[in-house]
């Protein structure tokens, strides 16, 4: 599983634009093509194919052009100390939990790079708010809230409660994706500064870790005005 089958195909805005083997990222019409795909560059640990570059350990997520492109990756010299144990190098087996709301979810490894939740549902007609949270214990990691109507606007509010306190909430955004009584795809992807969210193949915004020991973000919840298709656990490659 790799970032592109995981978001889909073209992105908006592409026209449709294709490399071979692999679809375009906005802003980006000489981005390689994804792993697996034809004429596709090697990743590090493969033997290098000729003329053809190495591929940055994160895959820039989209919107974000002025990422770094080269990278280093996490077993690397120079890479950034992870905090506890080493997060998995499969996709976690989670046990299938009824998708009734409120949902909640064990995530027994916590959080850490490249972990992908990916959520699919349906607003409610008449929706008010939806919620889903990150925790650690008693504390909120990531608070993820779109409200359908604050005193008749649109918003989605990001914020975190640590030791019982609501930190600084974020509530700039682009857009507001999600519609009443229409179905979505929510995906969080987590690395080791921030969770990245795109929704419906796009991406969205970015909320900077608050609660610094990912390895201790041991929850997932999804509650208030949403009914659930699938909730999908994995960790990209």
Known sequence: ?????????????????QQSGGPLWPGQPSQPTWPGQPSQPTWPGQPNQPGQPTWPGQPTWPGQPNQPSQPTWPAQPNAPAWPGPSPPTAPQVLPQRPLTVPYDQTLPS??????????????KPHAKRITVNLGKGQDIAFHFNPRFDEYGKKVIVRNSLIGSQWGKEERDCPRFPFVAGQPFELKILCSHNEYKVAVNKSHLLEFRHRVKELNMINSLSIYDDVTLTSVNIETLP
């Open 1 to 17: 599983m790799d970032l592109s089958d995981a978001l889909g195909g073209p992105w908006p805005g592409q026209n449709n634009q």
């Open 110 to 123: 916590g959080v850490y790079d490249k972990l992908l939740i990916t959520i699919t549902g349906n607003a």
